[in-house]
């Protein structure tokens, strides 16, 4: 069954950036073809949407929490799809996951519309 794998997270002070990545493990599955979204989840909060890029377009949406300082874009030569965090802050920190929905979707922010997850990153922004 596919899976997919969350990568870069990590301790970092606040002001910092990283890198998060995801792949699929399984065979057969093109990244290429799915609405992505990046999700987090901070202790004692609701898992909510921060980012998204469609499969139709590519086109992106973000939270307005996140806004003009998290970047999602996709790496089809690698079969994967990154968020990039820059401007770190500590309400930021939380685990992250990746999320695929249905072959040539469109973004969405409702985990209903997702059906294939990784088991998440930790991010820690602290100093």
């Known amino acids: 069954q596919v899976q997919l794998v969350e990568s870069g997270g990590g301790l970092v002070q606040p002001g910092g950036s990283l890198r998060l990545s995801c792949a699929a493990s399984?065979?057969?599955?093109?990244?290429?073809?799915?609405?992505i979204g990046w999700f987090r989840q901070a202790p004692g909060k609701e898992r909510e949407g921060v980012a998204c890029?469609?499969?139709?377009?590519?086109?992106?949406y973000y939270a307005d929490s996140v806004q003009g300082r998290f970047t999602i874009s996709r790496d089809n030569a690698e079969n994967t799809v990154h968020l990039q965090m820059i401007s770190l802050k500590p309400e930021d920190t939380a685990v992250y996951y990746c999320?695929?929905?249905?072959?040539?979707?469109?973004?969405?922010?409702?985990?209903?519309?997702?059906?294939?997850w990784g088991r998440g990153t930790q991010v820690t922004v602290s100093s």
């Open positions: 999320a695929a929905g249905q072959p040539w979707s469109r973004c969405s922010d409702s985990r209903e519309d997702y059906d294939f």
């Open positions: 399984g065979s057969r599955f093109t990244l290429a073809f799915y609405a």
């Open positions: 890029i469609s499969s139709s377009d590519d086109s992106t």
